[in-house]
């Protein structure tokens, strides 16, 4: 038999296996695997390299179950591999794990499939098992390591711009509002706007935050959330807050593109309500933490703004307002759920009025946006990805990414992938880090239990150690049953080195130790994983400029020629 012969004798084996019933094994991959029919060869001569395996040597390849596992899920896939035009979808949404780097997508997947009481190593995200994957540079024009209004600017523009400037390209000088002007750049969501589809943002933080800003707002600084938090010299030289620019988006865009014919945002849900506020306790609402929840200096009520440009719209700020909502005859949907950021979800049970999760915000902003005959686009964040991470809490950020990949499965089952484009990825990545070496199935929060070992390894130092930890930050903190992760900051910042012998590292109030100190933990300057489902999703691949984001999704629904068409 020649190499030739082999080969495909070979190939046929592993097509039987993969074309086999993949329920009869555990999503594990290490019991009940099939046992595949091996068809009969001649034989091996004596004359065979030793290399030329039979399929009888390859038995106990074939039967094994993470061989049949991966066999069936490349079988999969290629069935999935669908080459789709360019303008063929017709709904684009863009799911944003702030902070979500691989470290932080692994650890999740197996924090989560040890909380369904599996070892965890073995499963996947929603996203996990998207049939294209690839990696994007994040670095700013700038920065070697970058923040989320340059890198969310790119996803949104297709170019990449400065560290803390949204909207605008590199040319621009952060905080000089007058270098604004001619260094605006178009954004997906406004190119939707002009081509007649809806457009909704999401986010558990605040709405003017930088990733959700960086959707509609152009701003020398990301900073400058309302007037209040702006220069006076960029308030007389003309420039607007992002509140404001969220609210005046119609009336903004159709004045910067002639012809073009908007409607605004369709659906607004996240944070930040003290950014639509005037600074006077007569606005407070019934869950301010504040004494005066607004911040706004002018005067403005932007939620009176809003309500009154959209009267058939509906304005609600807690999950019972939420969950009254029809999504079947609501045109116009703002919900401003906290003061500032939304509650990390799983400290989300504390709060005053009540808040949606996030699965439950993407959910109902499908449901309202599908009501276009054009198609919509939808940008959710998971913003306190981050947050949890610049506090050192791994906990509430694997709590949070959790929460973003059932999100991500109710977009998919809400959507039908033959028309829906669905991309996750992240703005940047943190510096927590997943090491040491622990068996199989020790708890992802746990300290270091070697293979075969039933009592935690120690360091050099003669104590035990965790699997997850930080290179900088706020550092170690034992603060119990505690949910909410910004409770660390409480704390002076503490490096070095703490005895977790009786400690439980697995509870959501431990924050992680570091090796420098600092007020809050850093971002890191790695690619981030680009996953993708739908039409469009082929063009995933490789590593890219993070830019690609915007092509990607412009080549999926034609989106330039769309809106040059309409103006």
Not at 7 to 17: F, G, H, K
Not at 42 to 66: G, H, R
Not at 495 to 515: C, K, M, N, W, Y
Request: aromatic residues 6%.
């Amino acid at each position: 038999m020649n190499k030739f012969t082999k080969a495909l004798s070979l190939s046929a084996l592993v097509l039987t296996v993969a074309a086999c019933d993949n329920n009869n094994h555990n999503d594990g991959g290490v019991s009940g695997a099939l046992t595949p029919t091996v068809p009969t060869e001649p034989p091996v001569t004596p004359t065979d390299p030793v290399t030329m395996l039979s399929a009888a040597d390859l038995q106990s390849n074939v039967s094994n179950a993470w061989f049949v596992d991966a066999a069936g899920k490349l079988e999969a896939r290629q069935l999935e591999q669908v080459i789709a035009a360019r303008g063929s979808a017709k709904n684009v949404i863009l799911f944003v794990g702030d902070g979500m780097g691989v470290s932080t997508v692994t650890a999740a997947r197996i924090f989560a499939g040890q909380k369904a009481g599996n070892s965890g190593e073995e499963g996947y995200l929603s996203f996990g098992e998207f049939p294209y994957a690839g990696l994007v540079k994040t670095y700013n024009v700038d920065a070697q390591t970058p923040d989320s209004a340059g890198t969310m600017t790119a996803m949104m523009s297709g170019l990449k711009t400065d560290v803390g400037v949204i909207g605008v390209d590199a040319d621009i000088e952060r905080g000089d509002c007058s270098t604004v002007a001619g260094n605006e750049v178009a954004t997906y969501l406004e190119l939707a706007e002009i081509a007649g589809m809806a457009t909704g943002i999401i986010s558990t933080a605040r709405i003017t935050h930088a990733t959700p800003a960086a959707t509609y707002a152009k701003s020398a600084d990301r900073n400058w959330e309302d007037v209040s938090d702006m220069p006076e010299a960029a308030v007389l030289g003309g420039c607007e807050d992002i509140a404001s620019q969220l609210v005046n988006l119609e009336a903004n865009l159709e004045a910067r593109v002639p012809g073009a014919d908007v409607d605004g945002i369709d659906v607004v849900l996240g944070g930040g309500r003290r950014h639509f506020l005037p600074r006077d306790a007569a606005y407070n609402t019934p869950d301010a933490v504040s004494s005066i929840e607004g911040d706004r200096t002018d005067g403005r009520d932007l939620t009176a703004e809003w309500q009154a440009q959209y009267p058939q719209g509906e304005y609600v700020i807690d999950s019972a307002g939420f969950s009254r909502i029809d999504t079947s005859t609501v045109s116009k949907l703002l919900g401003l759920f906290n003061e500032s950021h939304m509650q990390y979800e799983a400290d989300r049970h504390n709060d005053i009025a009540g808040e949606p999760s996030l699965t439950e915000m993407t959910r109902t902003a499908i449901e309202v946006l599908s009501n276009n005959d054009e198609g919509f686009f939808l940008m959710v964040e998971s913003g306190r990805i981050d947050h949890a991470h610049h506090a050192g809490n791994a906990y509430g950020a694997l709590t949070d990414t959790v929460e973003m990949s059932a999100a991500v499965a109710a977009a998919m089952a809400a959507s039908n992938p033959e028309d829906t484009l669905i991309i996750v990825t992240a703005d940047h990545s943190h510096v927590m880090t997943l090491g040491g070496y622990p068996k199989r199935g020790n708890p992802i929060l746990g300290k270091v239990v070697p293979v075969g070992g039933t009592e935690p390894a120690l360091a050099a130092d003669g104590m035990p150690y965790t699997t997850l930890a930080y290179a900088n930050g706020l550092g170690f903190q034992d603060l119990g049953s505690e949910t909410d992760s910004d409770a660390a900051y409480s704390y002076a910042p503490f490096s070095g080195r703490v005895d977790l012998g009786s400690i439980d590292t697995e509870a959501p109030g431990f924050h992680q130790e570091t090796l420098v100190p600092l007020g809050s933990e850093t971002h890191a300057g790695e690619d981030v994983g680009l996953y993708a489902n739908g039409p469009g999703a082929h063009l995933v691949s490789g590593t890219s400029e993070q830019s690609i984001v915007f092509h990607i999704m412009d080549y999926a629904a034609d989106l330039i020629a769309r809106a040059n068409a309409a103006i």
